[in-house]
């Protein structure tokens, strides 16, 4: 009989299926996040590049010694610390030895690392690598006990847990990286700023961050460029740990004689491949989306080098580079999101000061640690230099016991009343060290060792004094990589982007023409060249007639209302032309079916305007407000059932006048209507039956004015509309007599 295949129900556990997936995605996601995504806040390190460092500290890669193949490297990082892919570790090496990635550089490679194209490294087996000045100095004192140690994944080695860091590395070189459920994104900045600012956060601990904004304005990116991010801007990204910085490349215009000249492109913006941004600028070309650019070229070679002709020597540069900026990563926005590990166990979102106090708390610790391993190996050696003093009064009697005694250490002990870490010392000198001029040196040392040990029993005595040795320390950093120094004179500077908005740049690339625009009652558009008076001989397709005419320029950017209360836009420049019917609206736009067009304005950008729906219900809007970018338009006023928006009237005036289909007029101040973006509105009349016929802004000064069928024009004084002038809301009353039987302001 074949053998049963399920297993004794003894050995079966039960688990909720439910615990255990959150238990192990809850591991999982620790695990990212500790070991693999964020930085600590210490020393700006993640889990791979610290080990990096470790790894060729072991292998002696110290600053101008021999390089070493990276190959060699990876391997030995892979084995004992980091257990994972050895592409992994090697690009994360590549990344370090980059000039155009890192603000300042952890490895120096030697070899093909990449470009600044995007062309990658060579393999690991052809490039070779070892520290910088700067790797040293985060790695300094790491066998004084600055930092603890664990153990490694095998459990075979030690590896340390974070590095002393006595370069702000976190700052400096900044980091990024997705963990799960969350992210970091943190730019780098110039070492002497920072060390300014620690300096003064010594000094003022409760220091604001908008004094520390001084001493640091901004980031400081490897490839240079243009911050023109609001100084507002940049001040609540410091405060809060969270935003974003606008990075422009840098460009000047080249005079080539004769009234011509060319633009060069010599940084771009930081994490843009150039290559990339080419092939951008020449797509945009070939598509005819810059019609203000003729050609570009990249005459790069060790520097950065593009060359931007213009379609004339009329157009103007700056209005020229402001549509590249728009359409292409000659304009950038770095992300800031400063999360870290505070203390290598907690993510959190830090601003620029509490990033620098950690730092300098971290500084502190490790001047205490270091100082203590000091202050240990000073009484160590103290204690021997005590007995040799002693011995040196008797070294005959000492020479005597080594070579009689069958245990001489314990008789020395005996003997001179020594401890038997000065014996087993005494054991173990050389002969030579029995010369007087040994004692001479020694009793030289141990006065040495003596005043060095009271001098660090008092620093660890004074948190003052030690907070003193922290700010030496970051003077000296200061120094280093000051501003008149090669690496540590900024190269990203600030300026401020020139006032052209979207719509200029937009009619600084289509000729402006005066055109009519014709619209029909069944939602026909077309556009006729120049502003024509007499429309009567326009033709229409069967069943349709005029709407409305509207003069405008190519420039320009047309509104269109559905009755859904959503705002369109369409340029000008984009309408068909005047030889057939036109186009139908709602095929130019993306408009909801059902819906049809309730009027087409020309946009001004500075003009308010009042939108009010069939029920009567409205809110004033700025009309910039009213632009859309997508062909689905902008929802600005909310109509639910059979209310449909209605009315859209330029809102210049002090005065509304309503008029309902029950044929009462109503008078109020507009200050009585808020402005808003979105919404439904207030009411603006109130009806027993029926909705709103009319609406109109005016000057209450002008007085209320209105034309008849026959076209002639009537106004009424504010006085003698005295009994039509109320509150919002309210139901009004018939109107004077000559009022239009149409219920229409405009009745001609």
Request: aromatic residues 6%; negative net charge; proline residues 5%.
């Amino acid at each position: 009989m074949a053998e049963t295949l399920i297993p004794d129900s003894e050995g079966i556990e039960d688990v909720d299926l439910k615990a255990a997936l959150e238990e192990r995605y809850l591991a999982y996601a620790l695990s990212t996040i500790m070991h693999r995504a964020l930085p600590d806040v210490r020393d700006g390190l993640k889990p791979v590049h610290r080990r990096i460092l470790f790894g060729m500290r072991q292998l002696r890669l110290d600053p101008g010694t021999a390089f070493k193949k990276s190959a060699r490297v990876v391997g030995d990082v892979m084995g004992k610390f980091h257990p994972h892919g050895d592409q992994a570790i090697y690009d994360a090496i590549v990344r370090l030895a980059q000039a155009f990635a890192v603000r300042y550089p952890l490895v120096d490679g030697q070899g093909n690392f990449g470009t600044i194209d995007g062309d990658g490294a060579a393999a690991m087996r052809y490039t070779e690598a070892r520290m910088t000045e700067v790797a040293g100095l985060i790695l300094e004192g790491l066998d004084e006990d600055a930092v603890d140690f664990r153990e490694t994944y095998d459990g075979l080695d030690q590896e340390p847990v974070v590095m002393p860091g006595s370069f702000p590395n976190l700052l400096a070189n900044g980091a990024s990286g997705i963990a799960v459920g969350m992210a970091t994104n943190v730019p780098p900045h110039n070492v002497a700023e920072l060390a300014e600012a620690a300096l003064h956060l010594i000094k003022h601990p409760d220091a604001a961050t908008e004094t520390l904004v001084k001493m640091v304005p901004g980031p400081d990116f490897p490839t240079g460029g243009v911050i023109v991010e609001e100084p507002a801007s940049l001040l609540e990204c410091y405060r809060t740990g969270r935003g974003g910085v606008r990075v422009r490349a840098r460009w000047e215009k080249e005079d080539l004689g004769r009234g011509t000249w060319q633009i060069v492109v010599t940084e771009i913006p930081y994490m843009v491949q150039k290559g990339r941004l080419v092939e951008r600028i020449a797509d945009l070309l070939t598509a005819k989306k810059l019609p203000l650019l003729d050609d570009v070229r990249d005459e790069s070679a060790e520097d950065i080098r593009l060359v931007l002709e213009p379609r004339s020597k009329t157009v103007d540069p700056d209005m020229l580079m402001q549509s590249l900026f728009r359409l292409t990563d000659l304009e950038s926005r770095v992300p800031v999101n400063m999360n870290v590990l505070m203390g290598g166990t907690v993510p959190k979102v830090v601003g620029l000061k509490e990033a620098l106090k950690a730092w300098l708390d971290h500084l502190k610790d490790v001047l205490v640690r270091r100082s203590r391993h000091r202050l240990d190996k000073i009484t160590r050696r103290l204690e021997i230099l005590d007995g040799f003093l002693v011995v040196y009064l008797d070294l005959d009697r000492v020479i005597q016991i080594v070579r009689e005694e069958d245990d001489p250490k314990a008789e020395l002990v005996k003997v001179f009343t020594l401890t038997e870490v000065q014996a087993e010392a005494i054991l173990n000198m050389r002969l030579r060290s029995l010369r007087r001029l040994e004692e001479m040196e020694i009793r030289k040392e141990h006065t040495s060792l003596t005043e060095e040990k009271a001098g660090l029993e008092a620093l660890l005595a004074d948190e003052a004094a030690q907070w003193a040795k922290v700010a030496d320390k970051v003077k000296v950093l200061r120094e280093t990589f000051g501003q008149k120094t090669e690496l540590g004179a900024r190269r990203t500077t600030f300026s401020t982007a020139p006032a052209f908005t979207g719509d200029i740049v937009i009619e600084a690339m289509i000729e402006r023409e005066p055109i009519t625009v014709v619209v029909s009652e069944k939602g026909w558009i077309r556009a006729l060249k120049g502003h024509l008076q007499d429309v009567s001989q326009i033709a229409f397709k069967q069943d349709d007639r005029l709407s409305r005419v509207l003069h405008a320029e190519t420039t320009d950017r047309l509104l269109i209302v559905s009755t859904g209360g959503r705002f369109y836009t369409i340029g000008a420049d984009k309408l068909p032309g005047g030889r057939g019917h036109g186009e139908p609206i709602r095929l130019m736009v993306d408009m909801e079916q059902g819906h049809d067009v309730v009027d087409v304005l020309v946009h001004v950008p500075d003009r308010t305007l009042l939108v009010a729906s069939t029920a009567g219900r409205g809110f004033l809007v700025a009309e910039s407000e009213c632009v859309a970018n997508t062909k689905r338009g902008k929802q600005i006023l909310t109509v639910s059932g059979t209310e449909e928006a209605y009315r859209i009237v330029d809102a210049g005036g002090d005065t509304v006048a309503v008029l309902g289909e029950n044929r009462k007029l109503l008078l109020f101040p507009k200050v009585q209507i808020p402005q808003m973006t979105k919404g439904r509105g207030v009411r603006l009349q109130r009806y027993k039956d029926g909705g709103l016929a009319d609406l109109k802004v005016f000057a209450a000064a002008d007085g209320l004015s209105w034309t008849d069928s026959s076209g002639r024009r009537h106004v009424r004084t504010m006085d003698e509309m005295r009994d039509w002038q109320g509150d919002r809301a309210q139901a009004g009353r018939l109107p004077p007599p000559k009022f239009p039987r149409g219920n229409r302001f405009d009745a001609s």
